[in-house]
């Protein structure tokens, strides 16, 4: 692909963006936010008609802080539009890619995603930035980066055609850690990225079979937390430093941990990120709340302050390694394991599995009875029939080897904070729930 100085300029203007003044970064997302409301309002049929009942009009976004006025959107809220009225109608069907979330909040999401982000990102120095910024910020060059051994234990691979790619499913690596562990070493990646939990038991895993050597360069978590406690065993086992990103498979990486690893530094070039209290107001730096993040590249279903159900704070004070980028600290992330006959179940796995269940499941919660069985409690939408307890149970059955009961229930179980755990073991003390 040939590039022209535009192209170049703007890719300069856009990975740099981390160390300008904070000023001009907000002048890029008023740019930004302007290009993508106007998109939505102009072709996406559920903005339009949920701004308008909110008395929102774009012609009226004149400065930035007007953007405040918006309404948060949520999950339930986009589901109950058509999937007609959720999409850009600029869009052909041809030119969508549906995925799914990973259903970790317990509400399974279908989403389109967008093909033609490259008419953004018009070479693959963006993809390598966005993602493995803590490598650009090391010195590493987006050709160098492609050309790492990369191994992804996950739900869904990545789209990537390489000889220095291995992907490993994880129900693979949860039926067998050590089988996993050496196929890994016999190809020698430099580069290591799957969930928290699931990296942490590879290193566990690691550290027993002393005679299956693996170092490697680098090792990214994602999709939970990563404690001190999982970090030491991660670094011991790999003789690397290991990196935690926050993000979410709806709207991409949103922020990247830096050499200090006190906080995720926001992808501010990608998006605005607002911690908000219940009512959607603006809250104060130093302060927790909900995270609502406008993308602002996602044009065939824009997400545009949209209630991520995570919990987080951004610092007032700049991090002490320089960057400009504002830091992101999240603190109701969960992840975890369930133990069923035995078999270790990732949080996630379990959770994903039901993504493709979105029309017909509004909510769930996964639970453990005292007598080791599994409970799959649904809020049904109006969309639900008795043959999906079937298709559920039976996909469960071939998947996991696990067949629920499934039980249609009006409200999900809270624990002492109010929120709704997705998954509850209730062999536990009634304390622990």
Request: charged residues 25%.
């Amino acid at each position: 692909m040939r590039l022209t100085w535009r192209d170049n300029f703007y890719f300069a203007l856009w990975d740099n963006i981390h160390n300008l003044p904070y000023f001009l970064i907000k002048k890029w997302h008023k740019i930004q936010i302007a290009r993508i409301v106007k998109e939505a309002y102009s072709h996406v049929p559920m903005y339009r008609t949920f701004w308008s009942k909110h008395g929102i009009f774009p012609n009226e976004l004149k400065k930035f802080d007007d953007f405040r006025q918006f309404p948060v959107i949520i999950k339930s809220i986009i589901r109950s539009f058509s999937k007609e009225e959720q999409l850009n109608s600029s869009f052909l069907d041809n030119q969508l890619e549906w995925r799914q979330t990973s259903g970790s909040t317990g509400e399974p999401f279908r989403f389109p995603a967008n093909p033609l982000y490259a008419k953004y990102f018009p070479d693959k120095r963006f993809l390598a930035s966005a993602r493995r910024r803590f490598l650009i910020w090391r010195g590493i060059t987006p050709n160098q980066i492609f050309s790492l051994r990369f191994c992804f234990i996950g739900c869904r691979s990545y789209q990537v055609l390489s000889p220095n790619y291995l992907f490993i499913p994880i129900s693979e690596f949860n039926s067998n850690p050590e089988t996993a562990l050496q196929k890994i070493a016999i190809f020698k990646p430099e580069l290591i990225e799957s969930m928290t939990t699931v990296v942490e038991e590879l290193a566990r895993c690691a550290l027993k079979k002393s005679t299956v050597p693996l170092t490697v360069a680098y090792v990214v978590t994602t999709g939970e937390r990563m404690a001190k406690a999982q970090r030491n065993i991660i670094e011991k086992a790999f003789g690397c430093e290991a990196f935690n990103l926050y993000g979410m498979e709806e709207i991409g990486t949103v922020g990247t941990e830096c050499r200090l690893h006190c906080g995720f530094h926001i992808a501010e070039e990608s998006y605005l990120v607002e911690i908000l209290d219940s009512d959607g107001n603006l809250l104060p730096t130093d302060t927790f709340g909900r995270v609502v993040i406008t993308s602002f590249y996602n044009d065939s279903m824009p997400f545009i302050k949209y209630d991520t159900g995570d919990e987080g704070m951004i610092f007032k004070k700049s991090c002490a390694c320089g960057l400009s980028s504002r830091l992101l600290i999240i603190q109701s992330r969960r992840g975890g394991h369930l133990t069923v006959g035995g078999v270790r179940y990732n949080a996630i796995e379990l959770s994903y599995s039901l993504g493709e269940f979105s029309d017909t499941i509004f909510r769930y919660q996964i639970v453990k009875t005292a007598e080791g069985k599994i409970e799959l409690h649904v809020i049904p939408t109006v969309d639900f029939h008795e043959s999906d307890v079937a298709t559920i149970s039976e996909k469960w059955r071939q998947k996991f080897k696990i067949i629920p009961k499934i039980i249609l229930v009006d409200s999900l179980t809270t624990d002492r904070s109010g929120k709704t755990p997705v998954i509850i073991e209730k062999s536990q003390t009634d304390n622990d729930i």
